[in-house]
């Protein structure tokens, strides 16, 4: 993605003029937080671009515009850390798994948790799913961790792009592979269809792993 570039004339998904309105004031105040970094142009095409993602999967319609913004401004802050536009204060970790519902939600949820904004943590998915799957939201809450405004994110080149070090779980060869990025993968069992109980397992190896994670990418 470069400054050159121009919205897509493609036709948007599920956009009545409320819809429209909402985006274009999104593009407004994106524009304006990257004035100099980005143009308006290049701004308006990862916002609308985000929002028909976001759109072909998701089942909660009346948050998309808020769920938009999120999305966007994101892809825009890792482009510009990637280009080196803008400064990158603290490691990036990426946790990649199929549907984005589950174990890489869990994984980012309790990154973030524990390493107290001393690592920038995003998560992605190959194929995501709708929304993100309840048993796990409720196995976290057990343990503190809140995910009620975590939803499912396409995996886009730009978020890759950006990350130190990329954490794969099932995602297959779907996951692209970057030279100069460490990966590592981890061969968990997907929690669709499984009971609490059962999540609560994964739960416990995937905080276990995170631990192990963030005491080797963070100095003492």
């Known amino acids: 993605m470069s400054n050159s570039e121009t919205v897509s004339p493609q036709t948007p998904n599920r956009r009545d003029p409320a819809t429209e309105l909402a985006l274009d004031k999104i593009c407004s105040e994106l524009a304006y937080r990257y ?12 916002v609308f671009e985000s929002f028909d993602m976001l759109a072909a999967q998701s089942t909660v319609s009346d948050y998309l515009p808020l769920l938009t913004e999120r999305f966007a401004q994101d892809r825009l802050l890792a482009v510009a850390q990637a280009d080196g536009r803008v400064a990158k204060p603290t490691p990036e970790v990426l946790f990649l798994c199929v549907q984005n519902a589950g174990r890489s939600q869990m994984a980012a949820a309790f990154m973030h948790h ?11 998915g190959s194929k ?36 130190d070090v990329i954490v794969t779980m099932g995602c297959g060869d779907s996951c692209p592979v970057y030279p100069g990025k460490r990966y590592l993968d981890w061969d968990l069992p997907d929690p669709a269809g499984l009971s ?17 994670l963030l005491a080797a990418i963070l100095p003492l």
Do not use: C, W, Y
């Not at 004035?35 to 990862?46: A, Q, Y």
């Not at 609490?196 to 192990?212: A, K, N």
């Open 128 to 163: 995501p799913g709708g929304s993100v799957n309840a048993t796990v939201a409720a196995a976290m809450a057990e343990v503190g961790v809140n995910l009620t405004e975590a939803f499912p994110k396409p995996m886009t080149d730009d978020v890759v792009q950006a990350a």
């Open 35 to 46: 004035d100099g970094v980005f143009s308006s142009g290049t701004v308006s095409r990862v």
């Open 196 to 212: 609490l109980v059962e999540v609560r397992l994964i739960r416990d190896q995937i905080e276990h792993r995170v631990r192990d």
């Open 114 to 124: 524990l390493s107290n904004g001393r690592v920038h943590v995003r998560s992605a």
